[in-house]
Structure formats: C-alpha cells, structure tokens
C-alpha cells in the first residue's frame, strides 16, 4: 500500500529536498509541500495524506495548536514531527496533542522513513534519547520491568523486539503490557506509553 505523504517546513530548500527524498521511497508519494504554517491544513484537505512530515516553526512549541487543529479537521492524516531541539516537555505536549512521530533534526533519512511508516500504521514512534529515565522520586504503581518495556513500546519498538532487548520471553512481555495497559487504563500498549510518557514516568 503506497503511503501518501505532505512535507511542511518553512525552510524551503530543505523541505524540497526532503520531499523528493521521501518520494524516492518505494511506498512512498509525496502528495503535497508547504513552505508556510497557513497552507498546511487547506493542502492537507485538499491532498489528503496518510502523513503529514511539519518541520521548522510549525513542529516547534508554538505551531503545536496548528497540528492540533490539522489532527481535528483531518483525522485520517497521521503527523510526524522533525524537530530541531526537542524537550521533554515539548514532546509530552505534542503526544498529547495526538502526535505519533517524534524525530530530531539530525535523525538519518531512515529513521524518518521507519517513524513515517510507524505514523501511518497508527504507531506512537519517539526516538530514544527523547525518552529518559524514570524519575526515582516519583511514586506510581508501574514496576520497573513495565516501565522498561513502556519506554521501549514508545520508540516504536515490537513486542519480540522488547523481548529480545529485555531477555524475557514474548509471553512474558505480553503479560507485562497488558498489566501496565490496565494500571493506566489505556487503549493499547501504545496508548499507555504515551499516558505514562506524559506522566514523567518513563
């Protein structure tokens, strides 16, 4: 299934290169590029992609009602942010605002390319260094394997993926998720990753 894709970035030169890149891609049609934060939602309406890509002002803390009013009018289309300096607090509000792709600027091209694909399958795909330790200060009713494997589930990591990372058999690692989906009464794994990541927790 071909994955159609916009590009938002108001750095043209770079959102130009960037569509073309991504148009490269087997599965990939880019459908649509806009240079400014207004042409975002019109062409998004009228192009209809499966991923919307934003970089420059419109990933950044102060475009965020932007991609929320995106996310509103045009629920089909999944959004990806390329972010020059991502904080923690900048990307607990972006998920929050129902952002599925988290990716710094100084990712490689396959990284976006995977976080794209993770978007367009409803997958919550952050990068790892976006995602820090737990807070030991903290109290709440994870245990530590739960939040390991929370914190995993937030890269976009699979099941056998956490289970080859933890040592822990995919049974095992079903188990714990369904225990840490029911203590934050989330929808799915990726849904309790993201409650907990709000939280401070992971």
Known sequence: MTIRIMVADDHVLFSEALAEALDRVEDFEVVGV?????????MARKAAPCVAV???RVSGPGGLCRVAELIRSVPTCKITLIVVEPTRAHVAR???AGVLGIVPRHSKLPYLIGAIRGAA???LTVDPGLVSRPDKRGKHSLN???VEILRLTATGASIKEIAQELYLASG???NLTSAAIKKLEGRNRFDAARIALERGWL
């Open 34 to 42: 806009a240079h400014e934060g207004e042409q975002v939602l019109p």
């Open 54 to 56: 934003l970089g420059g």
């Open 94 to 96: 972006a998920i929050e």
């Open 121 to 123: 399958a409803g997958c």
């Open 144 to 146: 530590e394997r739960e």
């Open 172 to 174: 095992t690692v079903r």
